[in-house]
């Protein structure tokens, strides 16, 4: 049974009409009496199917359904903008494992040209994918992405801890600044977690990201691609903090 | 610089004359005098291209390279067999993270028809991702894909720990039986994590690997893709037993 999220206005009239209609009746095969799940940001609600159509599905709320699905901490994701699809791999897997925003960041090293025209449909695809992974993996909420940036524009003020995923720090077998920071982790932090492009991390971009606050961090001894360092970095965070 | 894996005659005799030679000289755009990394899987050897063509390079073996990439347990991924190109996902990424061998298991739920004919070259393509993820990553050795199983043709026995990913642990809130497995792992230790594929697992199956002595463990509160959850075992592993 998975979560659908809806505006708060449909969710007290009971209906879905958007693209979730189609997903509950033909995709998914729901019939009437089906319960499914619906919610918005803040709160989810187990209810069941009234009616349904490809257009318009309508529910009634049978109860608030409590439980946490998120994690304890707001980790944003500093992706240098990678090749092809893979931004879309990094929020789909980033969101079922916990991430909370997500900014495509354009680096030295990005092989990628901001095309302002492009910039807006981007931004729709990328939030429709947060909202999907969302949906499937039970999140309480959808992690946003607000913007596409050059590194220089990020103000990371606020933040309390700062990752700095580096494989110049693998190769030379610094093994202890990742599970240091992800150790001392409280909840309610805002961590910041930042990875480069394929090609990598310009010296100069870790001199200006280490004047601000940023540790650079191997995670360990592997060299892993750009869209794998996400996983290990928030799969690592749930399980010290989530798992007992 | 990544490693090359070649045979030990070929090794000895300092020529690589496989599609690598291919990926140094027109891939990598390497030039004679440049460095690279040659060995089998158990060494590692820095070297020096002394001539290149695509369809061979020669070099003279530096030194040695020590430094250990391996994880300290082997860790063997049953991967219930997914749709799609997914499964070369989790060889590929899964080799990063460094897993030591993947069985494709065929379960109840696997929409895959195993047609023998196609065996043979899927376990070729299976293997060859295994071995670019490897060099790519720095391992030391090449994961294996060695055969692709139905569920109840595996013999479970050797494995010291058996972890079994299940989403329904994660509904209901179990969060402490992978920690506990993974916090007692001992180096050297064998190790079986096993995957469901989309659709999960059946419950016959539950009890079944449930009888061989696998653990159902939630891998946190979310509900992963099957892709998704190896991805979160293996970095788990790496941090706990790797990092400092």
Redesign the interface.
Known sequence: MQKYFIEQDKLKAGIIDTDDAFHITTVMRSKIGDQILVGDNSKTYLAEIKSLSNTLVTFEIIEERT???EMPVFVTIFQGYPKGDKLEDVIK?GT???ASEFIPTIMKRSVFKLEPKKKASKLERFNKIAKEAAE????TIIPSVPDIKYLKEINFDGYDVKILCYEESA?Q?E??N??AA?KNLKKGDKVAVLIGPEGGIDDSEVEYLESKGFVPCA???????T??AI??AL??I???M???
């Open positions: 439980g946490n699905y897997h079922e494992l916990g499937q993996s039970f999140r190769k077998g093994a202890s990742f599970k992800v995670l360990g001894p592997r060299i892993l691609r869209e794998t996983f290990y799969s690592t749930s399980y010290e989530e798992l007992k």
